[in-house]
Structure formats: structure tokens, C-alpha cells
């Protein structure tokens, strides 16, 4: 599968004292990316990075994502732009030199091979992991419920029996 947002970048030229790598998605790329996660629209994506290269070949990312996106409202159903802002780290690793760290507070370890990290796909999973799963529209209410008499879920049986 050929990630919908690509920026492959080899990970032996980021020296030790670090780089910055600024990413735009075209809008093409808007609209795979879009698709895929399942959002009615996405108008625009950039992410900036600070990568380090640590020992054993990994790497280390500081990244800040900004989005803006179409959500669709789970009360009204009415499609709301909104924005999506995040700040996140990371760790490249070559691949099968990852660490068995179940600490949900580590840092998220991605794999890669033939020495290429792909910062687009880095930043397209965080997105989707950063999607709000009940997106509200602002101003958005639950209507109200009907009041409905209380009724025993056992009334039926004491009529039935109340017949004996």
C-alpha cells in the first residue's frame, strides 16, 4: 500500500545535532488522506518536525500537526469545520529493534526499513489517533426526551398474576 501522504526521508543523512522538516499535503493528498480515515473532508494538513539521529540508527522526532478538517456532528448530523492542532514525539527504529515497552506514556516507536522514515505517514496516523470519536458541532444539543411514564418492567406479571 502506497501511503495516501508520503515524505520519505533517510534517516543516515539526520545528523545528531538535528534538523527541521516542514511538510505541506497537497490537495490531493487531502482528499486520499480524507478517505481514508473517514472524515467527510480534509481542506488542509502541515506538520513540522525537529528529528535527531540517536544511537542504533533510530530517530528521534518532536512534531507539531495542523489541520484543518470537515467532521460530521454526532447530535445534528451537519457536516462543521473545524481545526486540530497537536504536538507529539516519536521514535523511528529500524525495523525489529523495537522495544516491548507496554507503558502507554512511552514514546510511540515506529519501524522502518531499507533506512527511509516516512514523516507523512507518521503524521497521518496521528491525526487519525487525535480524531475526536464524537465530534460536536458548537451549539449542538441533544433534544430533549419525551417524559414518559415509569412503568415496572415486572407490571405484566402482576396483572397476570393479579387473573389467578
Given at each position: 500500500?502506497?501511503?495516501?501522504?508520503?515524505?520519505?526521508?533517510?534517516?543516515?543523512?539526520?545528523?545528531?545535532?538535528?534538523?527541521?522538516?516542514?511538510?505541506?499535503?497537497?490537495?490531493?493528498?487531502?482528499?486520499?488522506?480524507?478517505?481514508?480515515?473517514?472524515?467527510?473532508?480534509?481542506?488542509?494538513?502541515?506538520?513540522?518536525?525537529r528529528l535527531h539521529a540517536i544511537e542504533g540508527g533510530a530517530v528521534v522526532a518532536s512534531a507539531?500537526?495542523?489541520?484543518?478538517?470537515?467532521?460530521?456532528?454526532?447530535?445534528?448530523?451537519?457536516?462543521?469545520?473545524t481545526t486540530q492542532r497537536e504536538s507529539f514525539q516519536l521514535r523511528?527504529?529500524?525495523?525489529?529493534?523495537?522495544?516491548?515497552?507496554?507503558?502507554?506514556?512511552?514514546?510511540?516507536?515506529?519501524?522502518?526499513?531499507?533506512?527511509?522514515?516516512?514523516?507523512?505517514?507518521?503524521?497521518?496516523?496521528?491525526?487519525?489517533?487525535?480524531?475526536?470519536?464524537?465530534?460536536?458541532?458548537?451549539?449542538?444539543?441533544?433534544?430533549?426526551?419525551?417524559?414518559?411514564?415509569?412503568?415496572?418492567?415486572?407490571?405484566?406479571?402482576?396483572?397476570?398474576?393479579?387473573?389467578?
Amino acid at each position: 500500500m502506497k501511503p495516501e501522504f508520503s515524505r520519505p526521508h533517510r534517516a543516515d543523512v539526520i545528523p545528531r545535532s538535528g534538523l527541521t522538516a516542514e511538510l505541506s499535503a497537497t490537495p490531493e493528498e487531502c482528499v486520499a488522506v480524507a478517505h481514508r480515515i473517514g472524515i467527510p473532508a480534509l481542506r488542509s494538513l502541515v506538520a513540522k518536525f525537529r528529528l535527531h539521529a540517536i544511537e542504533g540508527g533510530a530517530v528521534v522526532a518532536s512534531a507539531t500537526l495542523s489541520a484543518r478538517l470537515v467532521r460530521e456532528c454526532v447530535v445534528s448530523l451537519e457536516a462543521f469545520e473545524t481545526t486540530q492542532r497537536e504536538s507529539f514525539q516519536l521514535r523511528f527504529v529500524p525495523a525489529g529493534h523495537e522495544i516491548d515497552d507496554l507503558d502507554p506514556e512511552s514514546v510511540d516507536e515506529i519501524p522502518f526499513e531499507d533506512g527511509v522514515i516516512d514523516l507523512g505517514e507518521a503524521v497521518v496516523e496521528q491525526l487519525a489517533l487525535d480524531l475526536d470519536p464524537f465530534p460536536r458541532m458548537a451549539g449542538a444539543t441533544m433534544p430533549e426526551a419525551p417524559e414518559t411514564e415509569s412503568v415496572s418492567p415486572f407490571a405484566a406479571l402482576a396483572a397476570l398474576r393479579a387473573k389467578r
